[in-house]
Nanobody, 128 residues
Framework: QVQLVESGGRLVQAGDSLTLTCVTR????????MGWFRQAPGKGRDFVAG????????TYADAVKGRFTISRNNAENPLYLQRISLRPEDTAVYYC?????????????????????WGRGTQVTVSS
């Protein structure tokens, strides 16, 4: 079963902004940290942004600092929201990641292996 569903990706022009959303199934993550990762053509899956379980602490990759904002609600079934001001280099498939509370707390938000559930991804394409 898919536990995370991303949405919001589309084709945009450089300088435009959009919002990506990740919706989770209720009750399985229990306010654990969540993260966004991305994979560009020919590259690995890289960390983008992370947020702790209560939305109190955020972490960003250097490449997106000052341009992206990650946020979430405080419900048991969190809504994960990211706002971005885009460059062509941001073109990638963006993935939402989460760790089930039964497996323990995420401590390093940027570490991919901290997460056990991944969405299928949403494509963001930025043209010049």
């Amino acid at each position: 079963q898919v536990q995370l569903v991303e949405s919001g990706g589309r084709l945009v022009q450089a300088g435009d902004s959009l919002t990506l959303t990740c919706v989770t199934r209720g009750g399985i993550y229990s306010d654990n940290a969540m993260g966004w990762f991305r994979q560009a053509p020919g590259k690995g899956r890289d960390f983008v942004a992370g947020i702790d379980g209560q939305g109190r602490r955020t972490t960003y990759a250097d490449a997106v600092k000052g341009r992206f904002t990650i946020s979430r609600n405080n419900a048991e079934n969190p809504l994960y929201l990211q706002r971005i001001s885009l460059r062509p280099e941001d073109t990638a498939v963006y993935y939402c990641a989460a760790r089930r509370s039964s497996l323990g707390t995420v401590h390093i938000l940027s570490q991919a292996n901290q997460y056990n559930d991944w969405g299928r991804g949403t494509q963001v394409t930025v043209s010049s």
